[in-house]
């Protein structure tokens, strides 16, 4: 009987992770085509990627604020200092800003399917950032990793019809942001001993993404949407989706490990690119985008298994911090 009770255990708790895991990959590849419809269809018509980010930033940080200090379903772990807010904090949400805003705007220059054939280089812009800061070893394993993706992006780059050097340089910045990003916070675990927590970092960063946002918004952006008509339904469904998404990374994370959410992300961005030839008539695939793509995903997938061997305690996911017992100052 009690063997019987453990293997119903185990399938139920096996049936969470693998819903988990679908959750994140068809949200993560509906909000990169929904993000893509709001900003270059003919129906919505709006080619604001920085005020689309702004809104997506203001939205979860009212979201966060309803969820955890008025209905009080979702708790925010205590402890952060301003010292933390600002050293911290500010720096990782300027950087997630600069990266959703960056690669927002990409997508009015560039494809669904290249713009993720371009997102394949990440591991090589965030392992070059870690050996400058200290946080990365160069090895010939992982030269040998780096060179394999930056070799099949350049193949995939090469067999794109029809390339655009601004959505290029836009989409590279995106990057870099990210990869500063991820280091940020990798040396507040390995030297100021933060533990990361989605939903806390969300309630923490979110307003402090949307303020770094809403400078440049007034200046570059705002005068253009004076005259455009804006569609309440449409931009607030794409808003929660990309809430919804944030969460569903903490869930998998709280079912599996990191490991699990980069693979299921390289299946993701597999998905997002056949797919989006299907969605979208400017998608032109080749064989040399698709033989590129495959050289820089086999080279991901053999960083995500290299990499967590040396550094599986560390969950860099997109959102959050829960700080450390061992952090000290008062809260504020």
């Known amino acids: ?59 979860s940080s009212v979201l966060c604020f309803l969820l955890t200090k008025v209905f009080k379903v979702m708790k925010v772990e205590e402890g952060m200092t301003l010292e933390i807010y600002v050293t911290s904090v500010i720096p990782i949400g300027a950087m997630f800003a600069m990266t959703l805003w960056l690669g927002n705007t990409a997508y009015l220059y560039l494809s669904v399917a290249f713009s993720q054939m371009l997102k394949a280089i990440m591991p090589v812009a965030v392992f070059i950032l870690g050996v400058c800061v200290g946080l990365e070893i160069m090895s010939c394993n992982m030269l040998l990793i780096m ?58 960063m979110s307003p402090c993404s949307a303020i770094c946002l809403f400078i440049p918004w007034i200046f570059l952006e705002r005068s253009k949407m004076d005259t455009w008509d804006f569609h309440v339904l449409v931009l607030s469904l794409n808003s929660l989706c990309t809430f919804s998404l944030n969460l569903s990374v903490f869930l998998v994370i709280s079912q599996t490990s990191a490991l699990t959410i980069r693979i299921a992300g390289v299946f993701k961005d597999w998905v997002v690119v056949l797919v989006s030839a299907l969605l979208f008539s400017e998608t032109k695939l080749t064989i040399i985008n698709l033989f590129g793509y495959a050289i820089a995903i086999a080279g991901v997938a053999a960083y995500n298994n290299y990499k967590p061997k040396n550094s599986e305690n560390i969950k860099l996911v997109s959102l959050s911090p829960v700080i450390s017992d061992k952090e000290p100052g008062k809260p504020w």
């Not at 350049?154 to 990210?178: K, P």
């Not at 989605?198 to 923490?204: A, G, I, K």
């Open 147 to 204: 060179s394999v993706i930056s070799f099949g992006v350049l193949v995939a780059s090469y067999g794109e019809l029809n390339i655009n050097w601004i959505g290029v340089v836009y989409q590279m910045g995106g990057i870099v942001s990210e990869a500063l990003r991820l280091i940020l916070m990798e040396i507040l675990v390995k030297r100021k001993g933060i533990k990361l927590n989605p939903v806390s970092l969300m309630y923490y």
């Open 1 to 59: 009987m009690a063997d019987r009770n453990r293997i119903r255990g185990f399938l139920k708790d096996e049936h969470v992770t693998y819903a988990s895991i679908l959750l994140y990959i068809t949200l993560s590849s509906c909000q990169i085509f929904f993000n893509k419809w709001v900003l270059s269809s003919t129906e919505i018509n709006f080619p604001y990627p920085l005020g689309l980010t702004l809104l997506h930033m203001s939205f």
